[in-house]
């Protein structure tokens, strides 16, 4: 069987015919053979280097709090909470088993403490105590876990708690996990908490407390800085983990390895793979300015189009980029009020009619309905707008 595989892959190579299947079988074989599914994908542009198994329905452990910490950072960002603010630890949060920075029933921690022992600790406690602030239940704040991620677009995940402790009817799968890692980190935040090897909780009482990261990678993997390890007797041994070299952003995901050891270097070896293998190549910052839209009964009659991250193509290393086509499609009749960081159009980077990057652009700040009396001047043309 062997002799014939050969002989029709060597028929195909010189018929001019290139095998990238067969090439990446292979390197599926080398880099996660001990893992039930993997992927690695470029954070920027979401390109998928590296796949196996990734749209299966698996156990997601303690991987899980990377939506937890999703919710959270979007909270903070509409102002619905605040890094200094202080949360009460229910008796439910407070019981919480598995991975815990053991808070009491009434105890009080600042959001930034919490999401300090969520991120370095995986506290499961924490995690239940802040769902519960920004939910008012578990059970509210898992139902926006599940709206979020039918907002994603990601099939072949539901979550029934915020933590990753079994039960039936949760799970996710590599590639839905690496969609949720790459949203969270547009909330660069994030890296602070989840880089960091260790820190302390309760410093200056005699309860302090020391966190130390359960991905090993922040210490051992130069440029790892985050995201999420896993743990379950069912879901064996899981790590999302990112690393960000020469300006190039990767995520890998590993589901279901038989140890730590083996989970850390098959994802080590990913990684390895994704920077010596590509190269990035920046194109705009995030908030760059690309066009403008008319907004319609707007105090403002129009409203700046700019990337809502920073734009980059990728490329295998030592190709050049040449041909870019940049593509930018506004939205039409856009009717006031927008609201900052609302999406009102894309731009898309194409060569040779392949798609290299799709970024959304959204609006660069607030414009309110025009008063009535405004657009009564307007309609006179008594009125010049000075945007």
Same mark, same amino acid.
């Given at each position: 069987?062997?002799?014939?595989?050969?002989?029709?892959?060597?028929?195909?190579?010189?018929?001019?015919?290139?095998?990238?299947?067969?090439?990446?079988?292979?390197?599926?074989? =080398?880099?996660?053979?001990?893992?039930?599914?993997?992927?690695?994908?470029?954070?920027?542009?979401?390109?998928?280097?590296?796949?196996?198994?990734?749209?299966?329905?698996?156990?997601?452990?303690?991987?899980?709090?990377?939506?937890?910490?999703?919710?959270?950072?979007?909270?903070?960002?509409?102002?619905?909470?605040?890094?200094?603010?202080?949360?009460?630890?229910?008796?439910?949060?407070?019981?919480?088993?598995?991975?815990?920075?053991?808070?009491?029933?009434?105890?009080?921690?600042?959001? =930034?403490?919490?999401?300090?022992?969520?991120?370095?600790?995986?506290?499961?406690?924490?995690?239940?105590?802040?769902?519960?602030?920004?939910?008012?239940?578990?059970?509210?704040?898992?139902?926006?876990?599940?709206?979020?991620?039918?907002?994603?677009?990601?099939?072949?995940?539901?979550? =029934?708690?915020?933590?990753?402790?079994?039960?039936?009817?949760?799970?996710?799968?590599?590639?839905?996990?690496?969609?949720?890692?790459?949203?969270?980190?547009?909330?660069?935040?994030?890296?602070?908490?989840?880089?960091?090897? =260790?820190?302390?909780?309760?410093?200056?009482?005699?309860?302090?407390?020391?966190?130390?990261?359960?991905?090993?990678?922040?210490?051992?993997?130069?440029?790892?800085?985050?995201?999420?390890?896993?743990? &379950?007797?069912?879901?064996?041994?899981?790590?999302?983990?990112?690393?960000?070299?020469?300006?190039?952003?990767?995520?890998?995901?590993?589901?279901?390895?038989?140890?730590?050891?083996?989970?850390?270097?098959?994802?080590?070896?990913?990684?390895?793979?994704?920077?010596?293998?590509? &190269?990035?190549?920046?194109?705009?910052?995030?908030?760059?300015?690309?066009?403008?839209?008319?907004?319609?009964?707007?105090?403002?009659?129009?409203?700046?189009?700019?990337?809502?991250?920073?734009?980059?193509?990728? &490329?295998?290393?030592?190709?050049?980029?040449?041909?870019?086509?940049?593509?930018?499609?506004?939205?039409?009749?856009?009717?006031?009020?927008?609201?900052?960081?609302?999406?009102?159009?894309?731009?898309?980077?194409?060569?040779?009619?392949?798609?290299?990057?799709?970024?959304?652009?959204?609006?660069?700040?607030?414009?309110?309905?025009?008063?009535?009396?405004?657009?009564?001047?307007?309609?006179?043309?008594?009125?010049?707008?000075?945007?």
């Amino acid at each position: 069987m062997k002799k014939i595989i050969g002989l029709v892959t060597c028929f195909m190579l010189a018929a001019g015919v290139l095998v990238p299947e067969a090439f990446a079988a292979e390197k599926k074989n =080398e880099l996660a053979p001990e893992a039930k599914s993997a992927i690695l994908i470029e954070q920027a542009t979401g390109e998928v280097l590296y796949s196996k198994n990734s749209h299966e329905e698996l156990p997601p452990a303690s991987m899980t709090k990377i939506m937890t910490m999703l919710l959270i950072m979007e909270a903070l960002d509409k102002g619905e909470i605040k890094m200094d603010e202080k949360v009460r630890t229910s008796e439910y949060a407070a019981s919480m088993g598995g991975s815990q920075i053991f808070l009491e029933p009434g105890e009080e921690m600042t959001v =930034e403490q919490m999401l300090k022992g969520i991120a370095i600790g995986s506290a499961n406690d924490a995690a239940v105590a802040m769902a519960e602030r920004i939910g008012g239940s578990e059970e509210a704040f898992v139902d926006k876990m599940n709206e979020r991620a039918k907002a994603l677009g990601l099939k072949n995940t539901h979550f =029934e708690n915020v933590t990753g402790l079994p039960v039936k009817g949760h799970y996710s799968s590599a590639y839905d996990m690496a969609v949720m890692a790459k949203q969270l980190l547009k909330h660069h935040g994030i890296t602070h908490f989840t880089g960091k090897y =260790e820190d302390y909780l309760r410093e200056g009482s005699d309860k302090k407390f020391w966190l130390v990261n359960t991905n090993k990678l922040v210490r051992n993997y130069p440029g790892v800085d985050g995201l999420k390890t896993g743990f &379950t007797n069912e879901a064996k041994f899981c790590l999302t983990a990112t690393a960000k070299k020469n300006g190039m952003r990767v995520i890998a995901v590993v589901f279901g390895a038989p140890s730590t050891k083996v989970r850390n270097a098959q994802v080590s070896k990913m990684l390895d793979y994704a920077f010596s293998q590509y &190269t990035s190549h920046p194109l705009y910052k995030k908030g760059a300015a690309l066009d403008q839209v008319k907004v319609s009964k707007g105090s403002m009659r129009h409203v700046r189009a700019v990337t809502s991250e920073p734009v980059s193509v990728l &490329t295998k290393k030592g190709v050049k980029l040449s041909n870019l086509k940049k593509t930018v499609k506004l939205k039409k009749n856009v009717q006031a009020p927008v609201q900052k960081g609302d999406e009102i159009g894309t731009l898309t980077i194409s060569q040779d009619g392949k798609v290299l990057s799709k970024t959304t652009l959204v609006a660069d700040k607030t414009v309110k309905r025009a008063g009535w009396w405004q657009l009564f001047k307007r309609a006179a043309g008594m009125f010049v707008q000075k945007d």
